[in-house]
């Protein structure tokens, strides 16, 4: 099956949502974060559907909304709420492909003893990996890759997000053995129009298909 894809990133703050924006808008996928942390602001899937164009029944509803924009374990402790991360299963997407975003980097931990990638290993997904292209990215990249390919998870690419940085990309797939997808330019002003032209420009739909 060739129908869910995880995007994850090398921290918080990466692009990962406007990333999955874009990504959505360009395979025709529903979406879903299954976790938000965070509702004063635009939650994820808000400005996914604005950013990515999409219908509001593209947008699978998420299992936890937490007030708090902090590691969820933390922001679902100061809400009360227990994260049971047994009722963390993949939802039936219909024809559609699905494109499910985590929350900050790979470790960051939902219960006192769950990580996100542990979700990950579960769902036996292949992840999209969102990286900057700013200094700091090369090592944040590889120790992301590292944790992943230790746990079995199959890594569809590198998605780089900002300024071109040509050394920077290439020591992280050289050396890390991973599939250069694109380079989403940062966009001032970042619209809709502009993020979906760009992210046609950027990437090939193709390469988000996989066996
Ligand atoms: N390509 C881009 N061009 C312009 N601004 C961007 C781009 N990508 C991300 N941003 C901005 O950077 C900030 C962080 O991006 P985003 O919310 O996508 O990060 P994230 O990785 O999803 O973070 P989180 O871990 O909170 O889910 C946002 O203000 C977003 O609008
Ligand atoms: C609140 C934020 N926007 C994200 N949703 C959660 C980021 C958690 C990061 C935890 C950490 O790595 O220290
Ligand atoms: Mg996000």
């Known amino acids: 099956m060739n129908k869910r894809i995880v995007v994850t990133g090398t921290d918080t703050g990466v692009g990962k949502t406007v990333f999955s924006a874009g990504l959505a808008g360009l395979l025709g996928a529903n979406y879903w974060k299954p976790v938000q942390a965070g509702l004063e602001q635009e939650t994820d899937s808000e400005c996914v559907r604005r950013l990515g164009g999409l219908s509001s029944d593209r947008i699978v509803p998420e299992l936890y909304r937490l ?4 590691s969820p374990h933390y922001s679902a402790e100061i809400d009360g709420v227990r994260i049971d991360t047994e009722t963390l299963r993949l939802p039936d ?11 900050g980097g790979l470790m960051v931990p939902l219960t006192a003893r769950t990580l996100y990638i542990d979700i990950f290993e579960r769902w036996q997904l292949p992840v999209v990996l969102c990286a ?12 992301s890759i590292e944790a992943l390919r230790k746990r079995q998870i199959r890594i569809l690419g590198i998605a780089f997000v900002g300024e071109r940085n ?4 290439s020591a992280v ?21 502009r993020l979906q032209a760009a992210f046609k420009d950027a990437f090939v739909s193709s390469d988000f298909l996989y066996l």
């Open 93 to 103: 997407s219909g024809e559609r492909q699905l494109v499910i975003e985590g929350a």
């Open 67 to 70: 007030r708090t924009p902090a």
């Open 173 to 193: 797939c050289e050396i890390g053995r991973v599939r250069w997808l694109g380079r989403l330019p940062w966009l001032v002003p970042l619209t809709d129009d």
């Open 166 to 169: 040509a050394e920077t990309e």
């Open 132 to 143: 900057k292209t700013e200094l700091g990215t090369i090592n944040h990249s590889l120790l």
